[in-house]
């Protein structure tokens, strides 16, 4: 039976998500940081960085770690990849900072 949704391919993504996280063994602190250096080997843009800044920060990893990360997959996926990765984890990271500004001045436009 398929389920119609107003974001069928958000919906989609959670349950591949939630469908890994039920058949993988990790802790989630290694799970995340795979998760990451995955996404840097296949240059993923800034917003698939964002949608794993919640299990990020839920699995206590830190900007440190994060840059450990890259120094030891840079002999693998290159140094380019690297760079676009830092790049685009830092273009996430200010969007999270901007959204989270946004939403302590009191959220939304004024109208």
């Given amino acids: 039976m398929v389920t119609t949704s107003d974001t069928p391919v958000l919906d989609t993504l959670a349950a591949m998500t939630v469908d ?4 993988c063994d990790m ?3 290694t799970l995340i940081l795979a998760r990451l250096a995955a996404l840097a080997a296949m240059d993923a843009p800034p ?3 964002l949608a794993n800044l919640g299990a990020v920060e839920a699995a206590d990893v830190t900007a440190e770690q994060v840059q450990d990360l890259l120094v030891a997959i840079a002999p693998i996926v290159g140094t380019a990849r690297v ?4 790049g685009h984890i830092t273009k996430a ?8 500004e946004q939403e ?3 959220g939304g436009s004024k109208a």
């Fill in 27 to 29: 802790d989630p602190h």
């Fill in 47 to 49: 917003v698939s960085y």
């Fill in 20 to 23: 890994s996280l039920e058949r």
């Fill in 93 to 100: 990271l200010g969007f999270a900072i901007a959204v989270a």
């Fill in 104 to 106: 302590g001045a009191g």
């Fill in 83 to 86: 760079m676009s990765a830092a």
